[in-house]
T-cell receptor
Framework: GQQVMQIPQYQHVQEGEDFTTYCNSSTTLSNIQWYKQRPGGHPVFLIQLVKSGEVKKQKRLTFQFGEAKKNSSLHITATQTTDVGTYFCAGGSNDYKLSFGAGTTVTVRA | NAGVTQTPKFQVLKTGQSMTLQCAQDMNHEYMSWYRQDPGMGLRLIHYSVGAGITDQGEVPNGYNVSRSTTEDFPLRLLSAAPSQTSVYFC????????????????FGPGTRLTVL
């Protein structure tokens, strides 16, 4: 079955620095979604990418979908304390299932 | 709109007990799903439904049953609780089927934290 791998598992960032989390699938995806989960909370939708090579930005967050639709990345610039949480990618397939990566948990040093 | 609601928020069971986790949504979404979240393993799909009367298994269905008699409700039943089922359970719904690439954004409920002793 489809597997989505996400790295790194943990990211410790100095406030103001940039970082990137990566997502890789063993199969071609129909789409990819990104979610953020604050500590003690539930996953909240951030963005969806559908087209090959697609790039979308949300303020300091940049999301990319690979040309082969098998990988994706989330890049955050000038990290702030509000960025703390776990970021999940989730790959969609044509069998109506969404496969989540294990997540990247981000902590920020002020 | 209340969105996706789940009850209870916390539950402690003894091994062998059964219980039902409730999930409801008021957004008229066709697609609903149940996930469990364990440390370091992300969210794993237990069961999902593409509409009233239609359910199917996800990645980790053993020990769980679901039914979908109405569009709004999607309860998850633990038949005979085991310590391995200690987890946080999330229910989610979306307007379109997952993978459609359109309006298949998943809206998550607040979760149920289950401990099995």
């Amino acid at each position: 079955g489809q597997q989505v791998m996400q790295i790194p598992q943990y990211q410790h960032v100095q406030e103001g620095e940039d970082f990137t989390t990566y997502c890789n699938s063993s199969t071609t995806l129909s789409n990819i979604q990104w979610y953020k989960q604050r500590p003690g909370g539930h996953p909240v939708f951030l963005i969806q990418l559908v087209k090959s090579g697609e790039v979308k930005k949300q303020k300091r967050l940049t999301f990319q979908f690979g040309e082969a639709k098998k990988n994706s990345s989330l890049h955050i610039t000038a990290t702030q304390t509000t960025d703390v949480g776990t970021y999940f990618c989730a790959g969609g397939s044509n069998d109506y299932k969404l496969s989540f990566g294990a997540g990247t948990t981000v902590t920020v040093r002020a | 709109n209340a969105g996706v609601t789940q009850t209870p928020k916390f539950q402690v069971l003894k091994t062998g007990q059964s219980m039902t986790l409730q999930c409801a949504q008021d957004m008229n979404h066709e697609y609903m799903s149940w996930y469990r979240q364990d440390p370091g393993m992300g969210l794993r799909l237990i069961h999902y439904s593409v509409g009233a009367g239609i359910t199917d298994q996800g990645e980790v269905p053993n020990g769980y049953n679901v039914s979908r008699s109405t569009t709004e409700d999607f309860p998850l039943r633990l038949l005979s609780a085991a310590p391995s089922q200690t987890s946080v359970y999330f229910c989610a719904s979306s307007y379109e089927l997952v993978g459609a690439g359109g309006r298949d954004t998943q809206y998550f409920g607040p979760g149920t934290r289950l401990t099995v002793l």
